[in-house]
């Protein structure tokens, strides 16, 4: 009997790093979760050397359950400042890795096996285009709404990577050039109002400007996250419910901007923010048809993430490869 | 001895319809204008009727010059609202065609060579990346600086065309939701700031605020041209001047926006208010590093088109044809 074909999706995040063995229909066969960083202070090419020692053993272990049935074909990997076209992670600034690592050529070396790497909201995108709500689709983007916000765009059914690798920023288009300031050096950036962070500065300032009660003055701004600002909206505190608004606002606009440059079939959302649930979706198609250039009004579908669950950020890491193995099948 | 192939390049405009026969290397062995409408009245479908009479006796008195020599290979075209995937011209809002036309075949029919057809953004990106200063970029846009702002782009080496066919609408992202009306039936588009038309609202709005003598106070906002505005400016006039400033600030901040999203080796700048020069580049740059995001800062080159002469609509045109005949050899 001929083996099953599995590759290895990693997703590194800034706290932890997720692998999962995924099959070509998008079968998590075992997972596994290690600490991205370690444990204590190293410096940065002993934490990458650590890093590697943890991601292999862990790999390992896992793949060891699965060989008699499988054969591993690939690598695909979903990381922080990720450079799909020289396959290395560079100077991402939520891990302490102070350098560019050439991640994967490293892998390919390791195990013998192609590798891809590309960014975490780039890898979204592919996942959605394999196994989620975008099968079959060759214009979308993934909007990502974590602590940041990023964006994975597929055109003539490719990701663009653009020049440099680095296409997709679109949490750093500006709202307002005189606006907050953000975590790249920028004023007024799209993520510094909408992303987990971005809607907490908004309730602080509409707490400010307000006299409302509401439950999140009880909770100072650095024990305030997004989760408790989407439940807080569920159970219909009006100020939360306010900066959904806002933040919607700001969203549709922006969203309505990139349809004109791209005109893409469906806009897909993903991550904590979308618990929200209608308190984010409904203001925000709202407000994106408003803005939207009349020829493109009522054609773009808003959607949100088809791939739930634990294993999701793994499954958009293999597809990266599934595709790469599929364009080069010679390899 | 064999002959030369060549391909019928035509570019619409509102105005005037250019054609020339173009060679593989980008020559216009001829060319001819002819008007785009018919000089009396005549109702949407007989207008397209006596189009295309125009066209073809046009057409066939510039092969019938070069028929010992030449065979042609396909037609191209660059055609307000053109639909790429469906051949369509669809209801031009500047001609009097009130339906879709399936233009591309029916030339395809008359003539029994393929025929392509795209907006004129994208007929020009594709000339740029073919015979001017685009040869061997892969990612990159022109901007159109016309009576409004077309733009086309060029995603993993192809056009971007979206979903729809109609991507590429950088003239119709919002600079201020509560500003200018603009012919789309939206507020506040870039192109009415960043056009021909864009700064002659400019013009009017700082002579309105500032009490300094202007050439152009003594012209009606009708008679106002963007040549008048941009000769005023190489003549030194301070309200010109400050118009081209203010222009080139809107462009520059979503000339930035662009690059975070698409991250392009290059952004080329096309059409009339480029031969205002310095008083456009040199600001437009500025503003345009100035929100940049620090990735993409000092990494994008803005370049003035490539393509100088009367033929450049008609070099766009072929280039699409050309390119389309390189993806089908078959053909």
Known sequence: ???????????????????????????????????????????????????LQRLYSTADGMFAKISDTCVMKGIGMGVPNGNYYKG??????????????????????????????????????????????????????????????GSGFVVNGDIMYGADGFAGEL??????????????????CLETYVSATGIRRTVYKLLADHTEDSEMRRI???????????????????????????????????????????????????????RAGAHLLKPTHKYMEQYMMPIFKDKVKLLVSGLTGANTAVLGASALIWNELDKRPQL
């Open 1 to 51: 009997m001929s083996k099953t074909e599995v590759v290895l999706g990693i997703d590194i995040g800034g706290t932890n790093t997720k692998l999962g063995f995924v099959d070509r229909e998008g079968n998590c066969l075992v997972a596994a979760t290690m600490p991205t960083e370690a444990l204590t202070e190293v410096g940065p090419s002993k934490e990458v050397e650590l890093f």
């Open 220 to 274: 100072s701004f650095d024990d305030l996250t997004g989760e408790m600002i989407t439940e807080a909206a569920l159970r219909g505190d009006k100020i939360a419910i306010e900066a959904f608004d806002y933040t919607s606002k700001l969203l549709g606009l922006k969203l309505a901007d990139t349809v004109a440059i791209t005109s893409p079939e469906a806009i897909i959302l993903f991550g904590g923010l979308t």
């Open 88 to 149: 290395t992670v560079e100077m991402p600034p939520n891990l302490n890795w102070n350098e560019i690592v050439p991640l994967a050529s490293i892998l390919e070396k390791h195990y013998g096996v192609p590798a891809a790497l590309t960014n975490d909201a780039n890898a979204a995108a592919l996942g959605e285009m394999k196994f989620g709500v975008a099968k079959g689709m060759r214009n979308f983007l993934v909007v990502t709404l974590g602590t940041g916000l």
């Open 171 to 188: 949490g750093h288009v500006t709202v307002n050039p005189e606006g907050r300031m953000c975590g790249c050096g920028k004023v007024g």
